[in-house]
């Protein structure tokens, strides 16, 4: 008799679009399940400060060093956000990652500065989707 294999389950805290928790239809905190809260841990991976988390502050991706400064380091960008996704449960491999460094004028303003956006496939243990950010401001 052949057994099928069972993937093991991802869950988390599901976040709306402003990375904030909220209620379900019934009245629930939200949760999210396998790929889409594998993405998300990679969004919010994206989106945390090195030296931000009390008890791990060696952890985070390095804004200060390799992002706001005069020209951004995108290669310390990526490596730093390859490593962290990599770590993320459910996470088999980062299959494309992308990079873009435009500049951009604050709106009602001639004042420039430079955003920074990336767009990653990501495959998992639930399959291959993809993640983007845009506009991550270096003034």
Do not use: H
């Amino acid at each position: 008799m052949m057994t099928q294999a069972i993937l093991p389950t991802v869950q988390t805290f599901a976040v709306n679009s402003d990375n904030d928790l909220y209620i379900d239809a019934q009245g629930n905190l939200a949760i999210v399940y396998d790929l889409q809260a594998v993405l998300q841990a990679c969004k919010q991976a994206a989106l945390t400060l090195l030296g931000e988390m009390v008890l791990q502050t060696t952890q985070g991706i390095p804004y200060l060093t390799a992002v706001w400064v005069g020209t951004p380091n995108i290669p310390a960008f990526e490596g730093a956000l390859r490593t962290s996704w990599l770590a993320i449960q459910g996470v088999t491999g980062i299959i494309e990652l992308n990079t873009v460094i435009q500049p951009y004028t604050v709106p009602g303003t001639t004042i420039p500065i430079t955003a920074l956006s990336y767009s990653a496939t990501i495959d998992t243990l639930f399959g291959s989707a993809s993640i983007a950010t845009e506009n991550i401001f270096n003034g």
